[in-house]
């Protein structure tokens, strides 16, 4: 109970500071409208589109859309995806690394919890805001499940991919803010880690090789399969693998942190 305890007071803090509520509302602008002309170009090409035997609808072309621009192919920069790469380590900057320079780690420490404990709260703290963004995003699209016919299946792997990816984003975020001794400091690390994470792979795609390593460490591969709708064990799998990796690698920092006092 303890370490929910941890979990109501970090999110506490990101609901009380007004930087969270700032990037929410300027990121759920943006996505506001790319989702006006990503309708509007639906609308000017529907005609078109329906005379295409198979051809893309509502979901492929709008709704799925607003999740990536990189891998959806989408003419209009900044989805949800490319969104977090920016704002997730901004968000998760603090978590650890600010109570690092403000002094107050050795407090967390005298709790009784673990290192582990204390990374594990703070994270499903930046998991629940996470979780929270991308279900107001989410709401976007399917307000007009009344008048489109929605995939709901393929609406369905394509969100549970992107929440996988803020996931992983988040993890990597927690972690650099484990690892750095100043916010600005592990904002920079998590945003470069994360862009690496997922841009990986271009120079093997561009040389023409698609199945390699780089291929399948890149996020994007995985996030592509699930955005066409296809849910994969072994892309799951991978979220999952990444995430403990992070979150491991910054419990053993804060156990060092504490064994040195």
């Not at 930087?19 to 990503?38: D, H, Q, S, T, Y």
């Not at 849910?231 to 942190?257: E, H, K, M, N, P």
Request: aromatic fraction near 8%; hydrophobic fraction near 60%; charge should be positive.
């Amino acid at each position: 109970m303890i370490l929910f305890a941890v979990t109501r007071l970090e999110l506490r803090r990101l609901f009380v500071r007004p930087l969270g509520w700032i990037m929410a509302a300027l990121a759920l602008a943006e996505l506001g409208w790319r989702f006006a002309l990503l309708l509007q170009i639906f609308l000017l090409n529907q005609v078109r589109l329906a005379a295409l035997p198979d051809g893309p609808g509502y979901t492929d072309l709008v709704a799925v859309r607003m999740y990536s621009s990189f891998i959806t192919g989408s003419p209009l920069p900044f989805g949800l995806i490319e969104l977090a790469l920016l704002l997730v380590p901004l968000l998760t900057m603090s978590t650890l690394a600010g109570e690092r320079s403000a002094g107050t780690l050795p407090l967390l420490f005298a709790s009784g919890l673990s290192s582990t404990q204390i990374l594990l709260g703070k994270y499903l703290a930046v998991l629940i805001w996470l979780a929270l963004w991308l279900l107001l995003a989410l709401a976007i699209p399917v307000s007009l499940a009344h008048g489109a016919t929605l995939d709901w299946g393929k609406l369905a792997a394509a969100t549970l991919g992107t929440f996988l990816a803020l996931a992983v984003l988040g993890a990597i975020g927690v972690a650099c803010s484990a690892f750095a001794s100043h916010p600005s400091v592990a904002a920079v690390a998590a945003l470069m880690v994360g862009l690496a994470l997922n841009c990986i792979n271009l120079g093997a795609q561009l040389a023409g090789v698609n199945s390699g390593f780089l291929n399948w460490l890149a996020m994007s591969t995985h996030q592509e399969t699930l955005l066409r709708g296809l849910v994969s064990s072994a892309d799951i799998v991978w979220f999952l693998l990444v995430i403990a990796v992070a979150l491991a690698l910054g419990a053993q920092r804060l156990a060092s942190d504490r064994e040195r006092g």
